[in-house]
Structures are given as C-alpha cells and as structure tokens.
C-alpha cells in the first residue's frame, strides 16, 4: 500500500515496534541489516507522514546517530523520548512539510516516571490548520504488569482529556496486551490451553478473575475506547469493509512460543473525528524485520482537515457489547 494508491492528498502514519532497534552495530557495517531494511525498504516507499516507534534501542548513542540517520533517510524530524526502567525507548517522526512545527509536550521527570518506558508525545500543527493543536504520542506499555499499564493507561487519559478542549488527539504503539474481545476478528486466547507455557508471559498478560481463572488484560483498549478514542483497525473493519485491517501484529515470531499465538497488541488511535478521515488500515507483515508487524494507516487529507476543524459530528464511543 503506498499513498499513490488512494490519491496524493493523504496523510500516512506508521506505528513500528522495531526489535532491539534491529540489532546492535556491527564491527564493518554502518548500521544493522534489520535496522536498514527498516527504513529504506518498509518505511521510506510509503512517505509516512508520522511514524510511531518502539524499541529505539540504540538510537540514544553517538549522539543519537540512528535517529538522525533515520531522519535523513525518510526526510523525517525525529524526537526521542529519555528511557525508563527498560531499555528500549519510543521515537516518533514527522514529515516538516505535513507538520512543520512540534513542541515536547511530556518532557519531565515526574511524568517520566509514571512509565516503565515513557512516551514520545508532542503537539503538533497540520501545514494547513496552524490554529488546531494535535497531540501525538507514541508509546509502549509496560511488559510485565498488567497494573503497572493500568496507570500508563491513566496517563494516556490525561492526554486525551484536551480533546474536549479542541485539541486533536493521534497516538499508538505496542500496547503489551489484548484489545476488548467484542468484535474482535482473532479469537481470544484460552490460557488453560495445555500448550501454553510460558506461564511468567502468561501472568504479564492477564488479569484473575474471582474464580481463579485466568483471562486476557485489556485495561488500555477499554479505557481509551471508554474516552471516546476510536481503535483505526476497528473501525476501518467494522465501517469500511476492512476486515484484514485487525490482522494479528504480534505472537508470530519463534520467540512466542508457548504464549498462545497471534494478537493484536500493535493498534493506533484517533478521536472520534479524525477517526471518520481514515480511508484505508494495513498491518505490514515485517518477518525479516522485526517481531512485530507494522501497523499503516492513510487519512484522507481533506477530511482530517475537517476533522481538526470539527466541520461534521464526532462519532459516539464504540459499544462494547451487542
């Protein structure tokens, strides 16, 4: 999928959580094979307006080598957020002809905190709508703890608040648990299934239930759809006849064994009137990549402008039951 296939007035975001930012260098060579292929060959065809990235691993070294390097091959401007308990930070770019201004807005260290891996988050102007702020955050939640996304997720909420101010909100990433099942396109994962055993995975994503059992973590996807944040993929298989567009993202690579197979922990969200701008939801098999596929979404850039003025109705919040 490239923008040409819908027109050139798109507007095309990518969310990519990149292994290990590709790999570490290698004695001989200027950047990893992965990392390259990465760039030129996913991400660079499909002139990306906004990309959202995970794993920026090594990107903070030789001042920031990677993400500058990253910038010039996708004539992008990159921000990287400080790490946190992990070691893999999230990066976002934008594309200066799209966006061509963007302050850090989740820049201290109190707000660093609250996260395991802290957010990329920035406000940023579309070209054509100077006057209408858009929030963008790029994240990656917590692993390891179902409560510790919880409070993430809160943070995000946080953000999405100035929607009701009219502030746009876009945002997304590796979001380390399951959507709501309602109307989901993958079939819940049963944890008793025998082969399960990655049992330490297994508590990093789920919750007990009273009975003891076990069942999929989804406070994040809940929350946000709760606020009224619309999941991109959802929406363009439930409303655009895009059922591929829920494709599994994760659960796919050899280091998944034992943990219940595919889902979709990658998602990206717009509110609710940037979401009815969405002409088209791909998810980006990456196996020589990394072992998470891409998530691509491309806007019709006239409508987005719309959005941001807030020209039609918002779109009620999805009911999660029938």
């Given at each position: 999928?490239?923008p ?6 798109v ?13 570490p260098d290698?004695p001989?060579?200027?950047f990893?094979?992965?990392w ?9 065809p ?6 959202l ?5 090594y ?10 390097a990253?910038?010039?091959i ?6 990287l957020?400080p790490?946190?308990a992990?070691?893999n ?10 966006f061509?201004?963007?302050e850090v ?19 940023t102007h ?8 858009i929030?963008?955050?790029s994240w ?7 409560t ?6 809160d943070?995000l909420?946080?953000?999405?608040d100035k ?20 109307g ?6 049963d944890w ?11 508590v990093?994503r ?10 999929n ?15 991109v ?5 439930h409303h ?12 796919h690579?050899?280091?998944a ?5 595919p ?13 009815q701008a ?16 891409a ?19 918002p ?7 029938a």
């Amino acid at each position: 999928m490239t923008p040409t296939a819908h027109g050139e007035d798109v507007i095309t975001v990518v969310s990519l959580n990149l292994q290990n930012d590709g790999g570490p260098d290698t004695p001989g060579q200027p950047f990893p094979q992965r990392w390259l292929d990465a760039h030129t060959k996913l991400l660079k065809p499909l002139r990306p307006d906004i990309v959202l990235r995970q794993e920026a691993t090594y990107s903070h070294l030789d001042g920031q080598r990677r993400l500058h390097a990253a910038e010039d091959i996708l004539e992008m401007t990159g921000v990287l957020t400080p790490n946190g308990a992990g070691r893999n930070p999230t990066a976002l770019y934008l594309r200066p002809s799209t966006f061509p201004t963007h302050e850090v807005i989740y820049d201290r260290p109190g707000q660093r905190r609250m996260w395991r891996t802290p957010p990329t988050v920035v406000t940023t102007h579309l070209a054509e709508v100077p006057e209408v702020d858009i929030t963008v955050a790029s994240w990656h939640a917590a692993f390891n703890s179902p409560t510790g996304r919880q409070r993430e997720t809160d943070e995000l909420t946080s953000l999405v608040d100035k929607v009701k101010s009219g502030t746009a909100f876009l945002g997304g990433g590796d979001a380390n648990e399951a959507p709501v099942a309602f109307g989901e396109r993958t079939p819940s994962i049963d944890w008793t299934r025998p082969d399960i055993t990655d049992f330490v995975h297994m508590v990093h994503r789920t919750v007990m239930c009273p009975d003891g059992t076990r069942a999929n973590a989804d406070y994040l996807d809940r929350t946000l759809l709760g606020c009224n944040l619309h999941d991109v993929a959802r929406h363009a298989a439930h409303h655009l006849q895009q059922p591929d567009a829920m494709k599994p993202t994760a659960g796919h690579a050899p280091g998944a064994a034992g943990q219940g197979g595919p889902r979709r922990i990658d998602r990206i969200y717009a509110d609710a009137w940037l979401a009815q701008a969405v002409l088209a939801v791909r998810v980006l098999d990456t196996p020589h990549i990394s072992d998470h596929h891409a998530v691509c979404v491309v806007f019709d850039r006239p409508l987005f402008v719309d959005g941001l003025r807030r020209r039609f109705a918002p779109l009620t919040p999805i009911a999660l039951t029938a």
